[in-house]
C-alpha cells in the first residue's frame, strides 16, 4: 500500500451493537457527538483499497491528533499532529512521508468545531434501517476527497468510516469496543518524538 494510501486510511471506523430503536440522527446531533469526544482508543480492521486487511490500534485526541499503530506484519505508523498527518515505514530510514491534515478528509472529523451544517461540507446524508450515514467533504477544497461516516444511535456513536481519496481509491476502517474519555499522552501524537525515536 503506498503512503498516500496509507495516510488517507489513517482514518476509522466502528463496530458494535446496534441500538435497539434505530432512528436517523440529525447533521446537529452528529456535529454535537462530533465536538464533544475528546479521547478515544479502540482496535481497528481496516480494508484496504487492494484487497488486504491490515489490524492495529487507534488513539484519537481531538481537535488535529490521532495515531494508528498497525500490527505485524505491517511496520507501519500513521501520526497526525501539528496540522501534519505523517507515515511511518518501518522499512525506510529517510523519515516519515508528511502531508497537511486539511488536504486530507480526515481533517473533517478532527477538526476543532465540526459544523456538519456549513454549505457544501455534506454531500449526503441518509438512513440505511440502522445507521445513520452521512458524506462529507472539505466544501472549500472537494478535490481532496470525501469521508462517509456511520452512526447509530441511543446513544450516538461512531461505528465506521470509509475515506475515499481524489483518485477514487476507497479505504474503511471497522473499530472494536471504543473507549472514551480517557488521558491519552501528547507524546502519542508528536512527529517530531517518534522521528527522534527512530533514529
Request: glycine share 10%; aromatic share 6%.
Amino acid at each position: 500500500m503506498t503512503a498516500l494510501r496509507m495516510m488517507i486510511a489513517a482514518g476509522a471506523l466502528m463496530i458494535s451493537s446496534v441500538p435497539a430503536l434505530a432512528e436517523k440522527l440529525s447533521l446537529g446531533d452528529i456535529s454535537a457527538y462530533l465536538n464533544g469526544l475528546k479521547t478515544a482508543e479502540a482496535e481497528f480492521t481496516q480494508l484496504n483499497d487492494d484487497g488486504t486487511i491490515s489490524t492495529g490500534t487507534i488513539y484519537i485526541k481531538r481537535p488535529g491528533r490521532a495515531r494508528f499503530e498497525y500490527n505485524p506484519p505491517m511496520d507501519a505508523l500513521v501520526v497526525v499532529g501539528s496540522s501534519q498527518v505523517a507515515v511511518f515505514d518501518g522499512k525506510s530510514n529517510s523519515g516519515p512521508s508528511q502531508y497537511p491534515l486539511k488536504q486530507t478528509p480526515l481533517s473533517v472529523v478532527l477538526a476543532k468545531n465540526v459544523n456538519l451544517g456549513r454549505a457544501k461540507m455534506v454531500t449526503g446524508h441518509g438512513f440505511d434501517g440502522t445507521s445513520t450515514v452521512v458524506t462529507a467533504q472539505d466544501p472549500d477544497n472537494p478535490e481532496y476527497g470525501s469521508i462517509k461516516l456511520m452512526f447509530t444511535a441511543n446513544p450516538t456513536q461512531l461505528r465506521q468510516w470509509v475515506i475515499t481519496d481524489n483518485a477514487g481509491s476507497e479505504v474503511t476502517m471497522i473499530l472494536g469496543e471504543l473507549k472514551t474519555g480517557g488521558t491519552l499522552g501528547s507524546s502519542l501524537f508528536s512527529i517530531h518524538l517518534e522521528t527522534q525515536k527512530r533514529r
